[in-house]
C-alpha cells in the first residue's frame, strides 16, 4: 500500500487519455469529495451534503464494476478514526496521519472546504420551524 492519499484531480491526471469526470454520486468510483484511499476497496469521503465522514467499501475488486457503499458514517473525527481502526484500515502511518488531520467535527471540515451547510437546529417542540429548517437543508443540498 504506502501511500494514503486522495485520487488525482484532474490537473493531476499525467496519462495518455482525458481524465474521467468527477462524480458527484457517492457511490461512484469517480466521486469528487474523496478524503482518503485506505486501502484498495476502503475509502473516506465527505457526503454530498458535508454533514458527515463516510467510511466505503467497494463491492468488489477493481477492475470489475462496483459501486462504494457506506460501512460507517460519522460526524466526528474520533468515531471516523474509531470505526477505521475497528476494521483494521490504520496499519500503515500515513492513513492514521490523513485522518488525524482532520478538524474534529465534519461541519468544520465542510466549511474548509467551501461546502455549502445547511442550518438544522432541533427546535423543542416547534414543528414549524423544524419544517421551515429541513426544507432550507433539502434546497441547499439540492445546489
Known amino acids: 500500500m504506502g501511500n494514503i ?3 488525482p484531480t484532474p490537473s493531476q491526471n499525467s496519462g495518455g487519455s482525458l481524465p474521467q469526470r468527477l462524480s458527484h454520486r457517492e457511490r ?3 466521486y469528487a469529495k474523496v ?3 485506505l ?3 476502503w475509502r473516506v469521503i465527505i457526503c454530498k451534503d458535508g454533514i458527515q465522514w463516510i467510511l466505503q467499501q467497494r463491492s468488489v475488486p477493481f477492475p470489475n464494476t462496483g459501486t462504494w457503499s457506506g460501512k460507517s458514517y460519522s ?3 474520533d468515531a471516523l478514526i474509531a470505526a477505521c481502526s ?3 484500515l490504520l496499519s500503515e502511518p500515513s492513513a492514521s496521519q490523513v485522518l488525524e488531520a482532520l478538524p474534529y ?3 468544520d471540515y465542510a466549511s474548509q472546504i467551501g461546502l455549502p451547510r445547511a442550518q438544522l437546529d432541533w427546535p423543542e417542540g416547534n414543528v414549524d420551524t423544524l419544517m421551515c429548517n429541513l426544507n432550507e437543508a433539502a434546497k441547499v443540498s439540492s445546489m
Do not use: H
Request: charged content about 40%; proline content about 10%; hydrophobic content about 20%.
Open 5 to 7: 492519499s486522495t485520487p
Open 28 to 30: 461512484d468510483d469517480s
Open 35 to 37: 478524503i482518503a484511499q
Open 39 to 41: 486501502a484498495p476497496r
Open 75 to 77: 460526524t466526528t473525527r
Open 86 to 88: 475497528e476494521r483494521g
Open 105 to 107: 467535527d465534519v461541519r
